[in-house]
């Protein structure tokens, strides 16, 4: 099972970025995703990035967030651009065991970090 452990996460004015980090510890040749949860509400998929390099993403956050990884260095990136009140969330990095990221449903994701604080003011 995939270990994964997220930093990267803080405070910032709205418009500014941030780039979040999942380090994956493990045999991982899977899907692994963003996703987030704010106080009171659901936990949502945010990104997601296949083995061979397909993406999606909510449509709330296509053109701000990109998704990326490092093989070499078995890290997952989420650069967020144009950062808005309504991103504030704990971030969560997953591992979903396909190689394709046939969903941003949480159930489907088996493995979880312990999640970064993002904050942002207006």
């Known amino acids: 099972q995939a270990q994964l452990v997220e930093s990267g996460g803080g405070s910032v004015q709205a418009g500014g970025s941030l780039r979040l980090s999942c380090a994956a510890s493990g045999y991982v040749t899977y899907c692994m995703g963003w996703f987030r949860q704010a106080p009171g509400k659901e936990r949502e998929g945010v990104a997601g990035?296949?083995?061979?390099?397909?993406?999606r993403y909510a449509d709330s956050v296509k053109g701000r967030f990109t998704i990326s990884k490092d093989n070499a260095k078995n890290t997952l990136y989420l650069q967020m651009n144009s950062l808005k009140p309504e991103d504030t969330a704990m971030y969560y990095c997953?591992?979903?065991?396909?190689?394709?990221?046939?969903?941003?449903?949480?159930?489907?994701?088996?493995?979880w970090g312990q999640g970064t604080q993002v904050t942002v003011s207006s």
């Open positions: 997953a591992a979903l065991r396909r190689a394709y990221c046939y969903t941003l449903e949480s159930y489907a994701y088996d493995s």
């Open positions: 990035m296949g083995a061979y390099g397909s993406t």
